[in-house]
């Protein structure tokens, strides 16, 4: 279950990692956001951004739509 969900759709990078680094400074430590994003390169932007960040990548999948929806548990505070 996610606590917030970030329709990125239709912007391209590095615009999507950008606003989900601001989400996830201001959400609490161990929430979850689920991100849904349209650039190619986002699945492993998303996992790259996670090792280096220390957030955890729940899950990366490609909906039926073509949209690629990334789940991330922010760290704890």
């Known amino acids: 279950m996610s606590d ?4 990125l759709t239709g912007l391209r990078c590095p615009l999507p990692i950008l606003r989900a680094k601001k989400a996830l400074a201001a959400a609490a430590g161990g929430s979850v956001i689920t991100v ?8 492993g ?3 790259a ?5 220390g957030h955890e990548l729940l ?10 929806q990334m789940v991330i548990r922010r760290k704890a505070a």
């Open 4 to 7: 917030q969900t970030l329709d």
């Open 59 to 68: 899950s990366s999948e490609t909906l039926e739509n073509g949209v690629f």
């Open 49 to 53: 951004f996670c090792r280096h960040t």
């Open 45 to 47: 932007d998303f996992a």
């Open 36 to 43: 849904l994003a349209t650039d190619p390169g986002a699945p």
